[in-house]
């Protein structure tokens, strides 16, 4: 693996872009590169494969896509004649990562004259197909529907000169893997490759090391420090109080969005049924909606119109909220990870976020390992009008060899965190 050794650029002039994409990037208001692009744009352009640890919100989606415009835009020059094949396809796992990175490259390629679409599955491939047959240059597709249309016969690969695999990690979480190699396996071997993952766990590094060629490592934003940009903090409340305590906290003038998190889908319904009884207007998104239900639930939220969206952490992969002022954990999720991926929803492209969790007793314990992986306490809030009627600590956690002592039979043994 090569190192990376030129300092990060500051600029996007400076990065060498075309003036159409520069202009786009105007429009779009970017000022200065994020440091994933200031690294991974120069070694795009060179034409390298890369391997990307990096999660949503650090501008990941811009760091590959503005590249591969630039690419094919140049090569589209010395075309004599129109190319309808695909040049460059990007594998991602959701249906809302593939419809957003479509949008940016919408964005980012308006003034490039290259072509794109999307295709993902749960709605009718009729639409998807006519996009298809017209040609498009740079194609984002979700891996199951891909090879549908592969396997239909719409959709030729051989042609491709760039694969991005987005979002890796979830893929294999999804149990994509099979997919993954059915798709490894229509492309030309002799191609430029992208990876992109927010973790790196010994599975996603073989995957890598079959898909990547020689490829130049760039890391930026580590799972743990994303937390460090938003400001966290948690109420103790019992459970059948957190109802009463988010309508409270809902009615302060400084949330102007807020994306609640719940660990079900019906906890998710009954939530919304609840906020919007007690005049909070509000949806909820997760996956036993239609896509349609959930994309107009999504653009609502995006456009002002709800103020408040319910969501499950599966449908809210990819959401992407430009100035989502609060995450609230309506729930503490139970996989530590899925904290720091819910937060890191507020507080984009480094700016400033809030995320708020609530947590009952029997929920200390998931907050605990949050607290080991992202390395620091989340402050509780003491002063509010719910508190717990038990009263809650966050010491640490007991040793094994502490638990031993402190049980013996007879003697009633410490429950973590209970001070009774
Ligand atoms: P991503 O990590 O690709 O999901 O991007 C996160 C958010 O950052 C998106 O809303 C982008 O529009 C925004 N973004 C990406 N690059 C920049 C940039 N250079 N300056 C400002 N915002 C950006």
Known sequence: MQELLSQPMISFENLGLIEPIQRALKTEGYIKPTPIQEQSIPIILD????????????????????PILQILHEQKQNETRRDRHIKALI???????AIQIDESIQAYGRFTGLTHSVIFGGV????????????VDILVATPGRLLDLVNQGYINLSHLAILVLDEADRMLDMGFIHDVKKILALVPPKRQSLF??????????????????NPVKVEVNPIA????????????????????????VLSGPEVSSALIFTRTKYGADKLATFLNRAGVKSDAIHGN????????????????????????????RGIDVDDLSHVINYEIPNVPDTYVHRIGRTGRAGA?????SFCDSEEMVYLRDIHKLIDQTVPVVEDHPFPMMKKMSMKPAPSPKQKRNNFSPGKRRKVYGRVS
């Open 47 to 66: 034409r390298k494969d890369l391997l990307g640890c990096a999660q949503t919100g650090t501008g990941k989606t811009a760091a590959f896509s503005i």
């Open 91 to 97: 594998v991602t796992p959701t249906r809302e990562l």
């Open 124 to 135: 009718s491939q009729r639409p998807q197909l006519s996009a298809l047959q017209r040609g």
């Open 196 to 213: 992109f993952s927010a973790t790196m766990p010994p599975a996603i590094v073989k995957l890598a090391g079959t898909i990547l060629q």
């Open 225 to 248: 420090s994303t937390a460090e940009k938003v400001q966290q903090s948690v109420y103790f409340v019992d459970k059948d109080k957190k109802g009463p305590l988010l309508i409270h």
């Open 289 to 316: 909606k239609s896509q349609e239900a959930r994309q107009k639930a999504l653009n609502n939220f995006k456009k002002g119109k709800t103020r408040v969206l319910v969501a499950t952490d599966i449908a809210s």
């Open 352 to 356: 400033e976020g809030i995320a708020l």
